[in-house]
């Protein structure tokens, strides 16, 4: 509902896109990256959107994803 409100919330659009990745829908959640991107475009989920665009969302499995997130920092949405 928040996002009806205010389509441009940062945190409720990265917190959907965690949603979409746990779903293994990779291709909503590079739109709601993407787009949290052009809110706060200092995000360090920078390499988690290359690494969505590089999964083929009919293919991707949600290991192949898992392990790359793994190796980024955990508070990958948190303004430092």
Do not use: C, M, T, W
Not at 2 to 23: C, K, N, T
Not at 37 to 44: F, Q, S, W, Y
Not at 71 to 80: A, H, R, S, T, V
């Amino acid at each position: 509902q928040v996002l009806i409100l205010e389509p441009r919330h940062f945190g409720a659009l990265s917190g959907r896109a965690q949603i979409y990745i746990d779903l293994e829908l990779y291709q909503e959640a590079l739109k709601d990256l993407q787009d949290a991107k052009k809110i706060h475009p200092v995000i360090r989920g920078n390499r988690l959107i290359k690494e969505l665009e590089k999964l083929d969302s009919k293919k991707a499995k949600k290991q192949k994803l898992f392990s790359k997130v793994d190796d980024l920092d955990k508070n990958i949405f948190i303004n430092n």
